[in-house]
């Protein structure tokens, strides 16, 4: 398709420019711009003249320039976002358009941004406010993504994740709960804090009812390689205990959130890592949330270990803009250990970094 697509093909050599640089080889430096450049422009003349037939080309650059800015160091300036948003109407504009292509490039970009969509929503420090595209299946249904690494029923939660940050602003002191949450729930005095109790338990009911089920690809894979599936995909369920924790109010006991991040680490540590595509491509969201949350010395080497090895078999830029701000992270957290109680750190430390640890 790229070949047939001058701001397409500009947009593949800009990620492949991307990844050079980030990879240490200089010459990808102003490359890298001149063909990000230059697919922008040519962009902006064909959304001049958009039509629906055109919806998979235009999708598929803009999804390629996202990658590429996910790619290259972080920034204050999140150009990552302009494109998943970008990305977003145009995936919402295929749903709504009769004559909308059905093709497996069309259902693949798809599945890409649902991909991208989903960590934007579950790890990010902003809340993501582009058109979320959901799927249509119930908990009954549900399989392992195998593009993104995660369950299907995994997505509706990840979407409500984000809504926790604009409930925490619109605070009601007023609150009543009339349902109190048993244990491991000790009270509720907040609309936020009821529906994080509410998200918290339906993952672990979640948890409860895994088993080693179908994938997108059903019955194609290695059972190795599903293995491997199986166990990112239980770390993204633990990687949303610990954001509603963090992004949320919960008032359960803090050894629940320390096992769910080692869970994480554990889960990871087992993966098979590759040269090539392999689960382990998919691994890197749970393990930047764990590493948030690391404040001990062996953890945070285990976080490491893992981006090492990630960083060794896919030499992609957005495993070095992890540890990075990790170790950011880190010193901060270690400066303020000191002043500051153990929950209060977790809870509520930023960083400035609006990196997509995808």
Not at 39 to 63: C, H, I, M, W, Y
Not at 302 to 328: A, D, F
Not at 331 to 351: H, I, N, T, Y
Request: proline residues 5%; contains cysteine; charged residues 20%.
């Amino acid at each position: 398709m790229a070949m047939q697509v001058p701001h397409l093909l500009s947009a593949t050599l800009a990620l492949a420019a991307a990844h050079r640089r980030t990879s240490g080889l200089s010459e990808g430096d102003c490359q890298f711009e001149l063909m990000k450049g230059s697919s922008l422009t040519q962009l902006r003349s064909a959304l001049g003249q958009f039509s629906p037939p055109e919806n998979d080309k235009v999708l598929a650059t803009t999804l390629l320039l996202c990658m590429a800015e996910v790619i290259s160091p972080p920034t204050s300036i999140s150009s990552w976002r302009s494109h998943l948003y970008g990305a977003g109407t145009l995936s919402a504009q295929h749903s709504r358009s009769s004559g909308a292509s059905v093709s497996a490039i069309s259902g693949f970009l798809r599945r890409k941004y649902r991909a991208l969509q989903a960590v934007a929503l579950a790890c990010c420090s902003k809340r993501f406010e582009g058109c979320i595209l959901t799927t249509h299946c119930d908990d009954g249904h549900a399989y392992i993504d195998d593009l993104a690494g995660y369950s299907t029923n995994l997505l509706p939660i990840f979407e409500e994740i984000n809504n926790l940050e604009r409930m925490r602003e619109d605070f009601n002191s007023d609150f009543c709960c009339d349902c109190p949450p048993g244990p491991p729930h000790f009270d509720c005095n907040s609309p936020l804090e009821h529906k994080s109790h509410l998200l918290f338990d339906r993952i672990r009911a979640l948890m409860a009812q895994r088993k080693m089920s179908r994938t997108q690809s059903d019955g194609d894979l290695p059972w190795a390689v599903y293995h491997d599936l199986y166990l990112v995909d239980e770390a993204h369920h633990h990687m949303a205990l610990l954001q509603i924790f963090r992004r949320g109010s919960l008032s359960v006991p803090l050894q629940l959130i320390d096992d769910s991040r080692r869970s994480i680490l554990d889960c990871l540590t087992a993966v098979t890592y590759q040269a090539g595509p392999c689960p382990g491509v998919a691994a890197l969201p749970p393990l930047f949330v764990a590493g948030i949350l690391c404040t001990d010395k062996s953890d945070r080497d285990k976080v490491c270990s893992l981006l090492k090895t990630m960083w060794m078999n896919y030499g992609m830029g957005n495993v070095r803009s992890c540890q990075t701000v990790l170790q950011k992270w880190w010193k901060q957290q270690d400066e303020r250990s000191a002043q500051s109680a153990l929950s209060g750190q977790l809870r509520d430390f930023q960083v400035d970094d609006d990196v997509l640890p995808y």
